[in-house]
C-alpha cells in the first residue's frame, strides 16, 4: 500500500485535459511544497516532469501542470497527444523520507 | 549532459548479498545529494534512501522497511554512488534505479539495474 493514494488508471482523448489526484497527509504532501511527478513510459526510467509542486524542468512542455491544495496534489495534462500515454507517479517529501504514490495509467484513446 | 549508470544487479539466493554501484558523470559529484529507487516488476516506485553531498556531512536516510538491511554510501573520488544490500529477500527482487535528489524530488536518473532474489 502506497503512501499517497492516486487514481489507478485515467484517459482522455487526444486533445483533451486530464487531471490526476494524488493524496497524501499533512505529514507529506500538506506539509511541504516538495511534490514531484513522474511520467514513465513502458521499459524505460522514470523522467520528472513537475516539482516543488507547480515548476517544470527545463524541456517539459507547459501542457504539463500542477497544483496543490490541503493534502492533495494535481497534475493536469492539457491538449492530450498520444506520447503521453504513460505511467504517472507523484512523490513528496516527507521530512527524513521520500512518499510516492502508487501511479496511474494514462490512457490516450 | 548529466549521466548515471548503474551496475552490480543480477541474480542471488535468498538470504545472500549484493552491491550495486552507480557512476556519475557531467555533474560535481562531491556536492550532489543522490537517492535510490527500486521498481519491483509490475509495481510503483518505492524510495530506498539517500545521501547527502560530503560538504552537507554525507548522512544517510532510508526507507523504515529497509534500513536494518540495506547501507548507502559514496566515493567522491570515483563518483560513484554505492548501495549494499544484505540479507535479501525475494520482495526485494526489483530493478533499482540511481537517482540526484534535492528535497524530495529525482530529477535525474540512471537506467537502472535489475536484481532478482531467487533460489
Known amino acids: 500500500q502506497s503512501a499517497l493514494t492516486q487514481p489507478p488508471s485515467a484517459s482522455g482523448s487526444p486533445g483533451q485535459s486530464v487531471t490526476i489526484s494524488c493524496t497524501g497527509t499533512?505529514?507529506?504532501?500538506?506539509?511541504?511544497?516538495?511534490v514531484s511527478w513522474y511520467q514513465q513510459h513502458p521499459g524505460k526510467a522514470p523522467k520528472l516532469i513537475i516539482y516543488?509542486?507547480?515548476k517544470r524542468p527545463s524541456g517539459v512542455p507547459d501542457r504539463f501542470s500542477g497544483s496543490k491544495s490541503g493534502n492533495t496534489a494535481s497534475l493536469t495534462v492539457s491538449g492530450l497527444q498520444a506520447e503521453d500515454e504513460a505511467d504517472y507517479y507523484c512523490?513528496?517529501?516527507?521530512?527524513?523520507?521520500?512518499?510516492f504514490g502508487g501511479g496511474t495509467k494514462l490512457t490516450v484513446l | 549532459e548529466v549521466q548515471l549508470v548503474e551496475s552490480g544487479g543480477g541474480l542471488v539466493q535468498p538470504g545472500g548479498s549484493l552491491r550495486l554501484s552507480c557512476a556519475a558523470s557531467g555533474l560535481t559529484f562531491s556536492n550532489t545529494w543522490l537517492s535510490w529507487v527500486r521498481q519491483a516488476p509490475g509495481k510503483g516506485l518505492e524510495w530506498v534512501g539517500r545521501i547527502y553531498s560530503t560538504p552537507d556531512g554525507g548522512a544517510t536516510d532510508y526507507a523504515a522497511p529497509l534500513k536494518d538491511r540495506f547501507t548507502i554510501s559514496r566515493d567522491d573520488s570515483k563518483s560513484t554512488l554505492y548501495l549494499q544490500m544484505n540479507s535479501l529477500k525475494t520482495e526485494d527482487t526489483a530493478v533499482y534505479y540511481c537517482t540526484t535528489y534535492i528535497y524530495g524530488y529525482m530529477a535525474y536518473w540512471g537506467q537502472g539495474t535489475l536484481v532478482t532474489v531467487s533460489s
Open positions: 499533512s505529514s507529506d504532501v500538506g506539509g511541504y511544497n516538495y
Open positions: 512523490s513528496s517529501y516527507a521530512g527524513n523520507k521520500v512518499v
Open positions: 516543488e509542486v507547480s
